[in-house]
């Protein structure tokens, strides 16, 4: 099994080392990265080229590590009980699978997202440690102990919020995708629109990457923004000149409401564009 990109997703070759080397070494991948840099759709796109399932587990700050294994529906069985209902005589009815259940017993070798992991508590990925070095788990109201038909592709993405906790880090593979150059944004664009004029596409990129590069910035703009900024663009009918223009009343871009995404980097830039006025009188 290896990794090599697809057509729709632009990876990078180091990228394509890391998820190479962690399903070599069986070792789950933890990707960071700033939000909007395609992390997520990163574990979407490996089982895509690998073809192989995919299993999702989306974290939550409310999330419980115990809930990946299994969930016992206690009150349920209590209410079947009362009633009488047959269901009662078989205590797995009242347990459902979690994300990790179902990769472990999955029929295929399956590619298992566990996306944001640093929204959970901290203590979130310590309890995972055992279930996913050793790939199998303990089921207290059955006695049994489920274990991996066939070790999963793990991929773990983190967006920063938290430090993870050091003997989790050890266990992982991992990798930080960078911000793209221009040139890997060019091929991402295209990508996604295909025969889009380039002359469009360079006085974008011009902007989006000034607009990056700005200090005091409290949200930069992603790749994800970009691609909803040029969408606009076009559906608009801007023109490439109308983005060249340097005018100190039009700092902000068109549509801006695409890359910029709150009210103090809004006025960051007018006080920008009133500098830059007073400075032309």
Excluded at 54 to 61: A, C, P, Q, V
Excluded at 196 to 221: C, N, Q, S, T, W
Excluded at 244 to 251: M, Y
Aim: net charge neutral; aromatic share 8%; glycine share 4%.
């Amino acid at each position: 099994m290896r990794f090599e990109g697809t057509s729709a997703y632009v990876a990078t070759d180091d990228l394509k080392v890391a998820v190479n080397a962690a399903i070599a070494l069986e070792r789950p991948l933890l990707v960071k990265g700033e939000p909007g840099t395609g992390k997520t759709v990163l574990a979407i796109e490996i089982a895509k080229a690998l073809s192989a399932p995919l299993i999702e587990w989306h974290i939550k700050s409310t999330t419980k590590a115990m809930q990946g294994l299994y969930e016992y529906d206690a009150v349920t069985r209590l209410r079947d009980s009362q009633l009488g209902d047959a269901r009662v005589k078989d205590i797995r009815n009242d347990i459902k699978r979690g994300k990790l259940w179902d990769a472990f017993v999955a029929d295929e070798r399956p590619v298992l997202l566990i996306d944001e992991i640093d929204k959970a508590d901290i203590e979130f990925p310590n309890d995972l440690l055992q279930e996913l070095d050793r790939m199998e788990f303990f089921v207290y109201e059955t006695g049994e102990t489920i274990r991996a038909r066939r070790r999963p592709i793990v991929v773990i993405t983190s967006n920063n919020e938290k430090e993870l906790p050091d003997a989790f880090l050890r266990r992982c593979f991992f990798h930080y995708i960078r911000f793209p150059d221009p040139d890997t944004m060019r091929a991402i664009v295209e990508v996604h629109f295909p025969g889009i004029k380039h002359r469009l596409v360079a006085e974008a990129l011009k902007l989006f990457y000034g607009i990056r590069d700005v200090p005091g910035m409290k949200k930069k703009p992603s790749t994800s923004e970009l691609l909803d900024w040029l969408k606009l663009l076009m559906v608009e009918d801007i023109s490439p000149e109308i983005l060249r223009e340097r005018d100190p009343k039009r700092l902000i871009p068109p549509l801006h409401g695409a890359l910029i995404k709150n009210e103090q980097d809004v006025h960051l830039f007018e006080r920008l564009a009133f500098m830059a006025r007073r400075e032309g009188r």
